[in-house]
């Protein structure tokens, strides 16, 4: 109605198909639209390749017993997961570490983060301590420190 009369169909179709295209990149642009968008299996199998990929980028497969664990969670995607070198892995077990991640979303969810945190590195360190246990001359070979990607 705007547009010159002049206009032929063609060029019209043109149109709004750019203005089409424009609004949803912007929408796909804005970030919390885009990740209510991605499907929850999409944006976990995502944040578990990042969770992998930051397991060996900060070297915690280097210790010296194998025993590098780390606690991976991604804000954005709501997901947790705990990510350890195969012996400790072996030793421990999925499911304590299922255990350890499924109290940890409950306290997050009750609103005490910190106190979540608290917990559940507590009981990672717990967890590895029945089959490392720490020795007269052991050194912490990995950061303590929080990560933030």
């Known amino acids: 109605l705007f547009l010159p009369t002049g206009l032929r169909f063609l060029h019209i179709y ?7 295209a424009v609004a949803v990149m912007l929408i796909m642009s804005w970030q919390a639209l885009h990740l209510a968008l991605v499907p929850k299996a999409v944006k976990h199998a995502r944040a578990s390749r990042l ?7 900060q070297g915690v497969q280097l210790t010296a017993g194998h ?25 421990v077990g999925a499911e304590r570490w299922q255990e350890i991640v499924a109290a940890f979303v409950a306290q997050v969810g009750q609103g005490e ?6 917990a559940a590195i507590g009981a990672i360190g717990d967890a590895m301590a029945q089959h490392y246990p720490r020795a007269a001359d052991d050194r912490n070979e990995l950061s303590d420190g929080l990560i933030e990607i």
Do not use: M, N, P, W
């Not at 043109?14 to 089409?20: E, H, R, V």
């Open 51 to 57: 969770a992998r990929a930051q397991f060996y980028e």
């Open 14 to 20: 043109q149109l709004q198909l750019l203005s089409f």
């Open 113 to 118: 983060v910190t106190e979540g945190f608290i």
């Open 67 to 91: 025993s590098g664990v780390l606690f991976f969670v991604s804000l954005a995607e709501h997901y947790v997961e705990i990510v350890a070198d195969k012996d400790i892995h072996e030793k």
